[in-house]
Nanobody, 115 residues
Framework: VQLQASGGGSVQAGGSLRLSCAAS????????MGWFRQPPGKEREFVAG??????SYADSVKGRFTISRDDVKNTVYLQMNRLEPEDSAVYYC???????????WGQGTKVTVSS
């Protein structure tokens, strides 16, 4: 499984970004998908995950971020609204046969939020 993340960039606090992760796999619809992030100098942490129609979020992003998937396009998205400087990190897409999705990892995409 190969995962290609995109959509990172620089934005001011309060702004929005949408991350995308395209998967090269035939059985995308059977995979659990997720987003993790690693802030500078910190460990990687869970952000959001989706398996079938069920999704879950880290408390720090609930109400601001939305994860979704398009099983036709083999793509998972992370819509990030009301971004805060604390959201600055390298964001990683991940996938797996079951939850939590940590078996396969994409390259990171950097998000920088300025105050």
């Amino acid at each position: 499984v190969q995962l290609q993340a995109s959509g990172g960039g620089s934005v001011q606090a309060g702004g929005s970004l949408r991350l995308s992760c395209a998967a090269s796999v035939r059985t995308f619809d059977t995979l659990a998908m997720g987003w993790f992030r690693q802030p500078p100098g910190k460990e990687r942490e869970f952000v959001a995950g989706i398996s079938g129609d069920a999704s879950s979020y880290a408390d720090s992003v609930k109400g601001r971020f939305t994860i979704s998937r398009d099983d036709v396009k083999n793509t998972v998205y992370l819509q990030m609204n009301r971004l805060e400087p604390e959201d600055s990190a390298v964001y990683y897409c991940a996938a797996g046969p079951r939850y939590p999705p940590t078996r396969y990892w994409g390259q990171g995409t950097k998000v920088t939020v300025s105050s």
